[in-house]
């Protein structure tokens, strides 16, 4: 296959004002060709602030020279500034169906889905903490109708679809946002089952019921829009009732602060441009 040579751009007939244009639009492009190719959101607000500031940035680096410049180098420069930035600030966007091969009807479920920033419990209603159990159709009910096959999570324990925990606790590994998940209440008290947030610290910063989940074997949607949760809390709304949760997904945060090493970075992409300037001027 025959590599299509490098498009250099001729800026010497253009305006100032279409010369900066020109370069926006390669900036832009570069920063486009980033994002699309990223499988996950890893760019947010404060990333997109500094990718604004150095497409505004970079044309009067470039001092809107006359000559050609390889649109190659420009793109390289932009993502590895991007690369670097995107460092200290990476999102995961992470999904839990239940369904791992080695959770079969009534087994528990705790650590299995760790790697991908969550873990699950339970808590009985005389305060113990237990490992809640997967649960699939007809096994024994008929009402856990999983919309990912086969299995749902249940507040059953110890392999005993008659034994329900009070409180399905999520606990996240990472700070999260943009939480949600499948919610079937099994039945019409469901309108009164009660939805806590906490954050990383155990601070209760929402509670919430849904008065539309009163169906039996029905998936009601539950969203939780909100940043910096560490734990989300289902207390079921009457002792020895059974209800089930499926298809959880959630943004993780991976990073810490970088202590001022992305603005360093950011530094060295401009020290290239500049560089670059000098050499094409």
């Excluded at 990472?174 to 155990?202: H, K, M, Q, R």
């Amino acid at each position: 296959m025959i590599q299509e040579p490098a498009k250099r751009l001729d800026l010497a007939s253009f305006s100032p004002i279409d010369r900066r244009k020109a370069l926006r639009i390669a900036l832009l492009g570069s920063l486009c060709r980033m994002k699309s190719s990223l499988q996950k959101p890893l760019i947010d607000n404060m990333l997109h602030v500094r990718c604004n500031l150095l497409v505004s940035m970079a044309p009067r680096m470039l001092n809107y020279s006359r000559r050609s410049f390889d649109m190659r180098t420009i793109s390289t420069i932009i993502a590895a500034s991007l690369m670097t930035a995107v460092a200290g600030t990476v999102h995961a966007q992470n999904f839990v169906n239940f369904d791992d091969p080695s959770i079969g009807n009534l087994q528990p479920v705790t650590t299995q889905y760790a790697a991908e920033g969550v873990v699950f419990s339970g808590v009985t209603w005389d305060g113990q903490t237990v490992a809640l159990d997967a649960n699939q159709q007809d096994d024994p009910f008929d009402d856990v109708n999983p919309p990912s096959a086969p299995n749902a999570l249940s507040d059953y324990y110890g392999g005993d679809p008659e034994a329900r925990a009070e409180i399905m606790q999520i606990d996240f590994l990472a700070p999260a946002s943009d939480i949600s998940f499948l919610y079937n209440p099994a039945g019409d008290a469901g309108v009164d089952t009660v939805f806590n947030v906490y954050n990383t610290s155990d601070v209760l910063i929402d509670s919430f019921s849904d008065p539309n989940a009163s169906g039996d074997g029905v998936y009601y949607t539950e969203t939780i829009d909100m940043s910096g949760v560490g734990e989300v809390d289902i207390v079921a709304p009457e002792q020895g009732w059974g209800h089930y949760i499926d298809n959880l997904t959630f943004t993780e945060s991976a990073s810490a602060p970088d202590g001022g090493m992305t603005i360093a970075l950011l530094g060295g992409a401009f020290a290239a441009l500049a560089a670059m300037r000098r050499k094409i001027s």
